[in-house]
């Protein structure tokens, strides 16, 4: 059974830092392209940073590019989106995900993704 557990949600002030954690179980997280998405309330849910599997064509949207990134920890089978100056508009529940082949490399689109954790909270107001 694949099960994917975010943590690492905190409320933080404008211009901070957050790193969450996304641990992986029932698969290899290093060999699936994954996906950090970001809903805030009454909005769609949005893709915030995705990589495929051997962490080919990054892809952030321009709001976030260049403060967010992703790493992996083989060995921890997790992965992490590190996020820098945050701004209240990063405000959202954070979700990753993975496709459910190995070979599927995502557009970043949330459809495309099949295993999804159950989110973490960030808030970032002063």
């Known amino acids: 059974q694949v099960q994917l557990v975010e943590s690492g949600g905190d409320s933080v002030q404008p211009g901070g830092s957050l790193r969450l954690s996304c641990t992986g179980s029932g698969l290899a997280l290093d060999e699936y392209a994954i996906g950090w998405f970001r809903q805030a309330p009454g909005k769609e849910r949005e893709g915030v940073y995705c990589?495929?599997?051997?962490?080919?064509?990054?892809y952030s949207p321009d709001d976030v590019k260049g403060r967010f990134s992703i790493t992996r920890d083989k060995a921890k089978n997790t992965v992490y989106l590190q996020m820098n100056s945050l701004k209240p508009e990063d405000t959202g529940v954070y979700y990753c995900?993975?496709?459910?082949?190995?070979?599927?490399?995502?557009?970043?689109?949330?459809?495309?993704?099949?295993?999804w954790g159950q989110g973490t909270q960030v808030t970032v107001s002063s």
């Open positions: 995900a993975v496709p459910g082949l190995r070979s599927i490399q995502p557009m970043c689109n949330a459809p495309e993704y099949d295993y």
């Open positions: 990589i495929g599997r051997y962490n080919e064509n990054p």
